[in-house]
Protein backbone atom coordinates (compact mmCIF):
# COMPACT_ATOMS: atom_id res chain seq x y z
CA UNK A 1 0.00 0.00 0.00
CA UNK A 2 1.23 3.81 -0.98
CA UNK A 3 1.92 5.42 2.26
CA UNK A 4 1.68 9.22 2.95
CA UNK A 5 2.74 10.33 5.99
CA UNK A 6 2.47 13.75 7.60
CA UNK A 7 4.83 15.27 10.10
CA UNK A 8 1.82 16.55 12.24
CA UNK A 9 -1.81 15.87 12.65
CA UNK A 10 -2.83 19.26 14.37
CA UNK A 11 -0.44 21.97 15.36
CA UNK A 12 -1.36 25.77 16.38
CA UNK A 13 1.12 28.26 15.69
CA UNK A 14 1.18 32.42 16.42
CA UNK A 15 1.22 34.73 13.79
CA UNK A 16 4.48 35.47 12.23
CA UNK A 17 5.89 32.45 13.40
CA UNK A 18 8.04 30.49 10.28
CA UNK A 19 6.31 26.73 9.87
CA UNK A 20 7.63 23.95 8.18
CA UNK A 21 5.00 21.33 7.36
CA UNK A 22 6.47 17.66 6.48
CA UNK A 23 5.56 15.05 3.74
CA UNK A 24 6.95 11.89 3.51
CA UNK A 25 6.07 9.29 0.80
CA UNK A 26 7.26 5.26 0.49
CA UNK A 27 6.30 4.38 -2.82
CA UNK A 28 9.18 6.27 -5.06
CA UNK A 29 6.64 8.37 -6.43
CA UNK A 30 8.36 11.32 -9.00
CA UNK A 31 5.29 14.06 -7.75
CA UNK A 32 4.37 15.76 -4.76
CA UNK A 33 1.89 18.15 -4.42
CA UNK A 34 0.53 20.39 -1.47
CA UNK A 35 -2.93 21.47 -1.27
CA UNK A 36 -5.11 23.56 1.32
CA UNK A 37 -8.60 22.86 1.98
CA UNK A 38 -10.91 24.79 3.07
CA UNK A 39 -15.17 24.68 3.33
CA UNK A 40 -17.10 25.45 0.54
CA UNK A 41 -13.46 25.93 -1.37
CA UNK A 42 -12.26 22.52 -1.99
CA UNK A 43 -8.61 21.41 -2.30
CA UNK A 44 -6.62 24.24 -3.56
CA UNK A 45 -2.86 23.57 -5.30
CA UNK A 46 -0.11 25.27 -3.56
CA UNK A 47 2.74 24.09 -5.19
CA UNK A 48 3.78 20.83 -6.80
CA UNK A 49 7.18 18.95 -7.56
CA UNK A 50 7.72 16.58 -10.40
CA UNK A 51 11.05 15.95 -9.42
CA UNK A 52 13.94 15.96 -6.91
CA UNK A 53 14.54 19.69 -6.68
CA UNK A 54 11.82 20.83 -9.19
CA UNK A 55 8.59 22.82 -8.06
CA UNK A 56 6.15 24.61 -9.85
CA UNK A 57 3.87 27.34 -8.38
CA UNK A 58 -0.34 26.37 -7.79
CA UNK A 59 -3.16 27.96 -8.00
CA UNK A 60 -2.50 30.01 -4.07
CA UNK A 61 1.17 30.08 -3.73
CA UNK A 62 1.39 33.21 -2.09
CA UNK A 63 2.60 33.28 1.53
CA UNK A 64 3.99 29.59 0.97
CA UNK A 65 7.57 28.36 -0.21
CA UNK A 66 8.11 24.49 -0.51
CA UNK A 67 11.43 22.54 -0.84
CA UNK A 68 12.67 18.51 -2.02
CA UNK A 69 15.83 17.83 -1.11
CA UNK A 70 14.62 14.32 -1.49
CA UNK A 71 12.77 11.89 -3.80
CA UNK A 72 10.68 11.11 -1.01
CA UNK A 73 10.25 14.38 1.08
CA UNK A 74 8.40 17.77 -0.03
CA UNK A 75 8.21 20.67 2.57
CA UNK A 76 5.77 23.10 2.90
CA UNK A 77 7.26 26.56 4.16
CA UNK A 78 4.82 29.64 6.01
CA UNK A 79 7.42 32.18 6.12
CA UNK A 80 5.54 34.03 8.26
CA UNK A 81 2.42 32.37 9.27
CA UNK A 82 -0.56 34.73 9.17
CA UNK A 83 -4.51 34.10 10.76
CA UNK A 84 -5.73 33.54 7.23
CA UNK A 85 -3.52 30.82 6.46
CA UNK A 86 -5.52 28.57 8.95
CA UNK A 87 -6.63 25.13 7.62
CA UNK A 88 -6.27 21.94 6.21
CA UNK A 89 -3.04 20.94 4.57
CA UNK A 90 -2.68 17.76 2.22
CA UNK A 91 0.07 16.37 0.94
CA UNK A 92 -0.42 14.12 -2.04
CA UNK A 93 1.86 12.19 -4.02
CA UNK A 94 1.36 9.90 -7.76
CA UNK A 95 3.77 8.28 -10.33
CA UNK A 96 5.26 10.20 -12.86
CA UNK A 97 2.54 10.54 -15.45
CA UNK A 98 -0.24 9.13 -13.49
CA UNK A 99 -1.77 12.76 -11.80
CA UNK A 100 -5.22 11.38 -11.80
CA UNK A 101 -4.57 9.26 -9.32
CA UNK A 102 -3.28 10.91 -6.58
CA UNK A 103 -2.10 9.36 -2.91
CA UNK A 104 -3.58 11.66 0.01
CA UNK A 105 -1.74 11.98 3.43
CA UNK A 106 -3.94 12.23 6.64
CA UNK A 107 -3.57 15.83 6.82
CA UNK A 108 -2.52 18.41 9.29
CA UNK A 109 -5.01 20.69 10.92
CA UNK A 110 -3.19 24.18 11.23
CA UNK A 111 -4.28 26.86 13.39
CA UNK A 112 -2.54 30.49 13.24
CA UNK A 113 -3.48 31.92 16.34
CA UNK B 1 -7.31 27.98 -15.10
CA UNK B 2 -9.75 25.70 -14.36
CA UNK B 3 -13.71 26.00 -13.04
CA UNK B 4 -15.29 23.39 -12.03
CA UNK B 5 -18.89 23.20 -10.70
CA UNK B 6 -20.88 20.46 -8.87
CA UNK B 7 -24.17 20.50 -6.36
CA UNK B 8 -23.06 21.40 -2.55
CA UNK B 9 -25.57 18.68 -1.01
CA UNK B 10 -27.46 15.57 -2.02
CA UNK B 11 -29.32 13.41 0.73
CA UNK B 12 -30.96 9.73 -0.53
CA UNK B 13 -31.87 7.02 1.49
CA UNK B 14 -29.90 3.32 1.88
CA UNK B 15 -30.61 1.58 -1.48
CA UNK B 16 -31.31 4.24 -3.30
CA UNK B 17 -29.59 5.88 -6.43
CA UNK B 18 -27.90 9.31 -6.23
CA UNK B 19 -25.95 11.26 -9.30
CA UNK B 20 -23.28 13.88 -8.63
CA UNK B 21 -22.73 16.01 -11.65
CA UNK B 22 -19.90 18.24 -12.78
CA UNK B 23 -19.28 21.07 -15.03
CA UNK B 24 -16.20 22.27 -15.94
CA UNK B 25 -14.26 25.21 -17.75
CA UNK B 26 -10.46 24.39 -18.63
CA UNK B 27 -7.46 25.30 -20.44
CA UNK B 28 -6.18 22.40 -21.02
CA UNK B 29 -8.15 18.71 -20.80
CA UNK B 30 -6.53 15.20 -20.23
CA UNK B 31 -9.58 13.97 -17.88
CA UNK B 32 -11.83 14.04 -15.32
CA UNK B 33 -11.14 12.10 -11.89
CA UNK B 34 -13.41 11.27 -8.67
CA UNK B 35 -12.40 10.95 -4.96
CA UNK B 36 -14.10 10.88 -2.26
CA UNK B 37 -13.78 11.75 1.46
CA UNK B 38 -14.95 10.77 4.31
CA UNK B 39 -15.48 13.50 7.47
CA UNK B 40 -11.81 13.42 9.01
CA UNK B 41 -10.45 11.39 6.22
CA UNK B 42 -8.44 11.95 3.38
CA UNK B 43 -9.23 11.94 -0.40
CA UNK B 44 -9.22 8.49 -1.87
CA UNK B 45 -9.25 7.75 -5.61
CA UNK B 46 -12.51 6.50 -6.93
CA UNK B 47 -12.30 6.75 -10.93
CA UNK B 48 -11.04 8.67 -14.18
CA UNK B 49 -11.98 9.10 -17.22
CA UNK B 50 -10.09 10.26 -19.73
CA UNK B 51 -12.20 8.67 -22.95
CA UNK B 52 -16.16 9.88 -23.38
CA UNK B 53 -18.38 6.92 -21.77
CA UNK B 54 -19.19 5.29 -18.75
CA UNK B 55 -16.16 3.99 -16.28
CA UNK B 56 -17.67 0.93 -14.10
CA UNK B 57 -16.05 -0.09 -10.71
CA UNK B 58 -18.60 -1.91 -8.37
CA UNK B 59 -21.58 0.09 -6.97
CA UNK B 60 -19.92 3.29 -8.36
CA UNK B 61 -19.78 4.51 -12.17
CA UNK B 62 -18.45 7.66 -13.67
CA UNK B 63 -19.32 9.50 -17.12
CA UNK B 64 -17.56 11.58 -19.56
CA UNK B 65 -18.37 13.79 -22.49
CA UNK B 66 -15.57 15.81 -23.87
CA UNK B 67 -18.02 17.66 -26.00
CA UNK B 68 -20.33 18.83 -23.31
CA UNK B 69 -17.47 19.08 -20.63
CA UNK B 70 -19.22 17.14 -18.50
CA UNK B 71 -18.75 14.52 -16.27
CA UNK B 72 -20.90 12.77 -13.86
CA UNK B 73 -20.64 10.25 -10.85
CA UNK B 74 -23.35 8.03 -9.83
CA UNK B 75 -23.63 5.89 -7.08
CA UNK B 76 -26.02 2.82 -6.85
CA UNK B 77 -27.63 0.71 -4.30
CA UNK B 78 -26.27 3.41 -1.67
CA UNK B 79 -25.05 2.13 1.82
CA UNK B 80 -24.55 4.20 5.25
CA UNK B 81 -20.92 4.08 4.60
CA UNK B 82 -21.29 5.74 1.54
CA UNK B 83 -21.97 9.18 3.15
CA UNK B 84 -18.86 11.49 2.24
CA UNK B 85 -17.96 14.00 0.41
CA UNK B 86 -16.82 13.51 -3.68
CA UNK B 87 -15.27 15.70 -5.73
CA UNK B 88 -14.44 15.82 -9.56
CA UNK B 89 -11.24 17.21 -10.47
CA UNK B 90 -10.04 17.90 -13.83
CA UNK B 91 -6.16 16.65 -15.05
CA UNK B 92 -4.31 19.53 -16.57
CA UNK B 93 -0.77 17.47 -17.54
CA UNK B 94 1.10 17.54 -14.22
CA UNK B 95 -1.67 18.62 -11.76
CA UNK B 96 -5.35 18.23 -10.70
CA UNK B 97 -8.21 21.16 -9.93
CA UNK B 98 -10.88 20.31 -7.73
CA UNK B 99 -14.77 21.43 -7.83
CA UNK B 100 -15.75 22.81 -4.07
CA UNK B 101 -16.98 19.22 -3.14
CA UNK B 102 -20.75 17.59 -2.70
CA UNK B 103 -21.71 16.17 0.38
CA UNK B 104 -23.65 12.86 0.20
CA UNK B 105 -25.77 12.26 3.33
CA UNK B 106 -27.49 8.95 3.30
CA UNK B 107 -30.51 8.39 5.72
CA UNK B 108 -31.61 4.86 6.75
Known amino acids: DVKVTQSSRYLVKRTGEKVFLECVQD?????MFWYRQDPGLGLRLIYFSYDVKMKEKGDIPEGYSVSREKKERFSLILESASTNQTSMYLC????????????FGPGTRLTVT | GQSLEQPSEVTAVEGAIVQINCTYQ??????LSWYQQHDGGAPTFLSY????GLEETGRFSSFLSRSDSYGYLLLQELQMKDSASYFCAVRDDYKLSFGAGTTVTVRA
Open chain 2, 26 to 31: TSGFYG
Open chain 1, 27 to 31: MDHEN
Open chain 1, 92 to 103: ASTEAGESHEQY
Open chain 2, 49 to 52: NALD
